[in-house]
């Protein structure tokens, strides 16, 4: 009998992954082709370093719909930008810090250092997320506003953003 039949409908989480070109997309990638066997839950955009991600991304995909997100990037020490994610690790703190004041919880973002020989993680990482963000159950976070979240934004969390970009942020 199907979740549907039996009067329940069971929550599917959807989580949005930034996986850097380096490590972690080409840990995806070898995951794919190894056909290690992963939660269908997330959709994985790949971003060329985790240091390059801006939180509002993040923030638009949470908006958009996401129940989770999750960022992997290189070990520290391996990036292939030098310090990209030194700079992820920062921003990462700071957005955990701001979504927790929205009152989210912690778990519904992740960030994970992954190597590209560790399509192994992948799997274990995404299976994991996906169970906990079901746990968790729907976000709902589409009634605020883009305008609204960029109002509350920390200025410390902007600065960052606009360091990350170079000093050209918008």
């Known amino acids: 009998m199907s979740s549907i039949e039996s009067g329940k409908q069971t929550?599917?989480?959807?989580?949005?992954?930034f996986f850097c070109n380096w490590c972690t997309y080409t840990a995806a990638d070898l995951a794919g082709t190894a056909r290690?066997?992963?939660a269908p839950n997330v959709r994985v955009v790949r971003i060329m370093c985790s240091g390059r991600l801006?939180?509002?991304?993040i923030l638009s995909a949470l908006r958009e719909g996401a129940d989770g997100v999750l960022i992997g990037g290189c070990h520290p020490?391996?990036?292939?930008?030098?310090?990209?994610?030194?700079?992820?690790?920062?921003?990462f703190t700071l957005l955990k810090r701001f979504l927790r004041s929205m009152g989210i919880e912690d778990e519904r973002i992740r960030l994970e250092w992954i190597a590209a020989s560790e399509g192994d993680k992948?799997?274990?990482v995404i299976n994991e997320m996906t169970e906990?963000?079901?746990a968790l159950g729907?976000?709902?976070?589409?009634?605020?506003?883009?305008?609204?979240?960029?109002?509350?934004?920390?200025?410390?969390?902007?600065?960052?953003?606009v360091a990350a970009s170079g000093g050209h942020h918008e």
């Open 11 to 17: 929550f599917e989480p959807r989580i949005i992954a």
């Open 122 to 124: 992948v799997q274990r």
């Open 132 to 134: 906990t963000v079901r």
């Open 54 to 57: 801006d939180p509002q991304f």
């Open 138 to 161: 729907p976000l709902h976070l589409e009634a605020m506003s883009m305008e609204r979240i960029e109002d509350v934004i920390p200025s410390e969390l902007k600065a960052e953003t």
């Open 36 to 38: 290690m066997s992963y």
């Open 77 to 91: 020490g391996d990036c292939h930008y030098q310090e990209g994610n030194y700079k992820a690790l920062r921003r």
